[in-house]
């Protein structure tokens, strides 16, 4: 809770004074495998805007352009390089082999709708557009569903925290509402419990055949393109 209550001051503060920039690079450099905080940076700039304090025009058209043109490079950057140096110098952001054969199991499994819904699973968020590079993946088909799914993400965080913004003097007053209050704890705990179950199911099932050699992604090995 401390780290939290210090990390929105700052974030405030920086895109106070660099505007929408600030957001729009930090998606970007996000969108590369490279640790920024992208996300939290849309949602805190979003507050901003819901408070007059920033253009939210400039805000969401700016976080939209950063988020395409960040995945794109990426998508030239592992069609360029290709796995094993993505594997290698990814290491360096915390791309780890795991992370890189994960996201190639659910390309293999889902397809280019996984460029669509990307933004919104942490790992394949910051690589599916070095991801879908490495596997060849037709440029014109990622970047249709890239576009799509960055239109979604930055439309559904953009317009969720600006109506909550806008409405929050109305909802603030249930705060003070211990019966709504613990509800509400007791909803969220169990929505996190049962992700965490889902997921616990889903990675013992998925064990054994998650042991992929890297190298099977790599083109130039013989893996399938997507």
């Known amino acids: 809770m401390t780290g939290h209550t210090q990390l929105a001051p700052w974030l405030h503060e920086y895109i106070q004074h660099y505007g929408a920039w600030a957001v729009a690079v930090a998606i970007f450099l996000d969108s590369l495998g490279v640790p920024a905080p992208g996300e939290i940076m849309l949602i805190a700039g979003a507050g901003l805007a819901s408070q007059g304090q920033l253009d939210p025009t400039a805000l969401l058209v700016g976080a939209w352009c950063a988020a395409v043109l960040g995945d794109n490079v990426g998508y030239v950057i592992g069609r360029s390089l290709g796995a094993e140096a993505i594997v290698r110098f990814g290491a360096r952001v915390g791309i780890t082999a795991g992370h890189y054969a994960w996201a190639v199991e659910r390309f293999r499994r889902w397809g280019p709708a996984v460029v669509a819904a990307a933004r919104f ?44 913004g806008a409405h929050r003097h109305e909802l603030s007053r249930f705060v003070h509402e211990p019966l709504l209050m613990l509800g509400v704890a007791i909803v969220v705990a169990l929505g996190v419990g049962a992700v965490r179950y889902l997921r616990g199911r889903h990675s013992r099932r998925e064990a054994a055949p998650a042991t992929h050699d890297v190298a099977d992604g790599a083109p130039g090995d013989g893996g399938p393109s997507v």
Do not use: H
């Open 121 to 164: 699973v942490v790992v394949l968020r910051q690589i599916n557009g070095l991801v879908a590079g490495s596997l060849r993946m037709p440029w014109a088909v990622f970047v249709a569903f890239n576009a799509i799914g960055a239109l979604l993400w930055v439309g559904f965080w953009g317009s969720v925290v600006l109506a909550v």
